[in-house]
């Protein structure tokens, strides 16, 4: 038996649910081993290479403003796209838009600043203020896109089925985000650079919602960040300065059995202030690299992420689970299969050896080598000479490496105050 493509491999796990683990486990083993080639064929294209890369949009976001002001100005340029998704994926598509409607009427109210905020911008693009509160849980409802746990550490029972009164949500429209981070230190000048993919879809919407901000109070920036237009929150964000930080959040699927129904529970019925808001009050407050370490280590999320944070001549990467660290990652130290010179994320915990990441098909391809290993690969070959700003850059958008939906990308260096950003074109 030979599934050749990740989406397959989960939707045959999911008809089967726990019924047949035995001969489940057996064929996922297989699926890996067949699909092990990197030339073999899957669902999606590997984007082309070369490829040119064009600039963002920049705008400046007055904390100073009313909340319901706050994104006003981005509103003429994003909102034909914004209103694409509803009219394709939501207006008609009743069972999985009723059931994003319920799950926002059963979570209720964000706080007052998030509420104003999305209000704010519901009213000005005349979309319905639950779409624009769904937007805000995009990766939160993320990582129930693959209701599998870690097969590696849990043989026996894997399957993590979304409960049966949000089934419909499987079928919501975006998939991802997905995404690759890295975090190396550079021989040659001696300071450490972030690099980062956001992979999203579908692809013609996303990549169409990017823009740049930057978070001003008083009449100065405070942070900067990457963001999808209708989102409020961070999802790649720099507070510059002499101790400064930039911050990275990458989905982590469920790590075990039961994950899926307590990532729901959080969202629902404890109210968990959302990932995202939580990195962004980050930002806004703290000043320095250790407070925001010691901030993303213990705040509550919602849901299970990666948490990227670089600062100067440090770095480090939280495997987050909703209370606390599940693994983590510090640049300079030994850490598992990755040199001193550098540490790296995409979305599965290889250091548990997660064996869902060779049924990733982003890049183009399924099994080995995967979007990780190949970075490393041509991370490894590089020390010698040095982890520059451009084997960084190269490294993001190499084959097998950039996924067919990265709708992002960005070098950073905090020490030298470097927030390079644009969008590949494929």
Excluded at 11 to 35: N, P, R, Y
Excluded at 95 to 123: H, P, S, T, W, Y
Excluded at 334 to 361: K, S
């Amino acid at each position: 038996i030979f599934f050749s493509t990740f989406s397959f491999v989960v939707s045959f796990l999911k008809f089967f649910e726990m019924k047949f683990t035995s001969v489940l486990a057996g064929a996922v083993a297989a699926a890996a081993a067949l699909s092990a080639a990197p030339t073999a064929e899957a669902g999606n294209p590997a984007p082309p290479q070369p490829h040119t890369h064009r600039n963002i949009s920049t705008y400046v976001i007055n904390l100073d403003d009313k909340p319901e002001d706050r994104y006003l100005k981005i509103v003429p340029e994003f909102n034909e796209t914004v209103w694409k998704f509803w009219n394709e994926d939501f207006a008609n598509h009743t069972l999985a838009r009723d059931a994003l409607f319920l799950l926002v009427d059963k979570r209720g109210k964000e706080n007052d600043e998030q509420m104003r905020e999305i209000q704010g911008l519901a009213n000005a693009a005349r979309l319905p203020v639950q779409f624009v509160h769904a937007m805000q849980m995009l990766y939160e409802l993320g990582t129930l896109m693959v209701p599998v746990a870690n097969l590696t550490e849990y043989p026996d029972a894997f399957v993590d089925p979304i409960p049966e009164e949000w089934a419909a949500l499987k079928d919501l429209p975006w998939r991802g985000p997905a995404c690759t981070g890295i975090v190396a230190k550079n021989s040659v000048d001696g300071t450490v650079y972030h690099a980062r993919n956001l992979d999203f879809s579908p692809l013609p919407i996303m990549q169409d919602l990017v823009y740049n901000a930057i978070f001003e109070k008083g009449g100065k920036e405070v942070f900067r960040s990457q963001m999808v237009a209708g989102y409020t929150m961070v999802i790649t964000g720099a507070r510059m300065g002499e101790d400064g930080y930039s911050i990275e959040r990458n989905t982590r699927y469920t790590n075990h059995v039961g994950g899926n129904e307590l990532m729901l529970d959080n969202l629902l019925n404890k109210k968990t202030t959302l990932n995202g808001w939580q990195l962004r009050k980050v930002l806004e407050t703290n000043a320095t690299y250790e407070e925001a370490v010691q901030s993303l280590s213990t705040v509550p999320y919602t849901s299970t992420e990666y948490t990227i944070i670089s600062g100067v001549q440090k770095g480090t990467i939280l495997s987050r689970d909703p209370d606390d660290v599940a693994y983590q990652q510090v640049l300079g130290q030994p850490n598992f299969n990755e040199p001193e010179d550098y540490i790296i994320m995409t979305n599965f915990d290889f250091f548990f050896d997660d064996i869902r990441e060779t049924f990733d098909d982003t890049s183009g391809h399924t099994g080995h080598p995967t979007r990780r290993e190949v970075a490393q690969e041509i991370l490894n070959a590089s020390i010698p000479t040095g982890l520059t700003q451009d084997v960084l850059f190269d490294t993001i958008n190499a084959q097998g490496v950039i996924a067919y939906d990265t709708i992002f990308q960005a070098v950073i260096n905090i020490e030298k105050g470097i927030w390079n950003v644009s969008q590949p074109n494929i």
